[in-house]
């Protein structure tokens, strides 16, 4: 009997496809992201565009989490599936608060290191897309799953390098001169660092659903 009655509820309810939507979502952000750290006339377009695709990313958060209350049968555990989405909603949120700082103080200029953060970033978000797809059969992408978390790990420890490197080469640039440019340009930085922070933590939630289900 309650075979019969679970076989009249609603299933999986999207999950992947809404994984990927959300995926696509964080790709079409680090890529405005990048064009943003580009620097010109267009920098307040990019920073609207990284606003736009992030309200998206929470759109899609949203249903994500609605299915999951909804569902009786999910692709793996309900909170498992709560904490990768909003790891991925994080780092597209992050992407926003870099964007926002960016508008605030009216940035049209970035360093070099600023730059190839944001090259990093479109990779991580990449990696994201590839990986979520292999999900839905984890014992068959158990070694690709885990190649790409750990590229991903590599990938941030990357940016925490370019961060360091680009606040030492903004203390020597502006010691004898401008200090707010300094803080401004700490600032955009730090939140840099963030967003590579946040893939990383979907690196790790894709490792705890890897290592839960083989």
């Given amino acids: 009997?309650?075979?019969w009655f679970k076989a009249l509820l609603p299933h999986e309810a999207q999950?992947?496809?809404l994984f990927a939507e959300?995926?696509?979502t964080i790709v079409h952000?680090?890529?405005?992201l990048e064009a943003m750290l580009r620097g010109g006339d267009d920098?307040?377009?990019w920073c609207q565009k990284v606003n736009q695709f992030e309200q998206q990313a929470d759109d899609i958060t949203r249903r994500v989490l609605t299915a999951v209350r909804r569902?009786?049968?999910?692709p793996f555990d309900r909170?498992?599936?709560?904490?990768?989405?909003t790891s991925m909603d994080d780092a597209i949120d992050q992407m926003q608060q870099t964007a926002k700082a960016v508008t605030l103080f009216e940035v049209r200029q970035f360093e070099p290191p600023m730059r190839e953060i944001g090259t990093i970033l479109v990779e991580c978000s990449k990696l994201v897309g590839k990986?979520?797809?292999l999900l839905r059969s984890i014992g068959d992408n158990v070694t690709t799953l885990i190649a790409i978390t750990e590229e991903l790990t590599k990938l941030e420890g990357r940016v925490d390098d370019l961060h360091d490197i680009g606040l030492k080469e903004l203390f020597l640039k502006h010691r004898t001169a401008n200090t707010m440019d300094y803080i401004v340009g700490a600032e955009i930085y730090d939140h840099l660092e963030k967003v590579a922070d946040r893939f990383d933590d979907v690196a790790n939630e894709i490792s705890s659903i890897v290592i839960e289900q083989v």
């Fill in 131 to 133: 990986a979520l797809p």
């Fill in 79 to 85: 909170v498992d599936i709560k904490d990768l989405i």
């Fill in 43 to 45: 920098v307040p377009a």
């Fill in 22 to 24: 959300h995926s696509q």
């Fill in 15 to 17: 999950f992947f496809e």
């Fill in 29 to 32: 952000g680090a890529e405005a």
């Fill in 71 to 74: 569902t009786f049968i999910t």
């Fill in 1 to 3: 009997m309650l075979s």
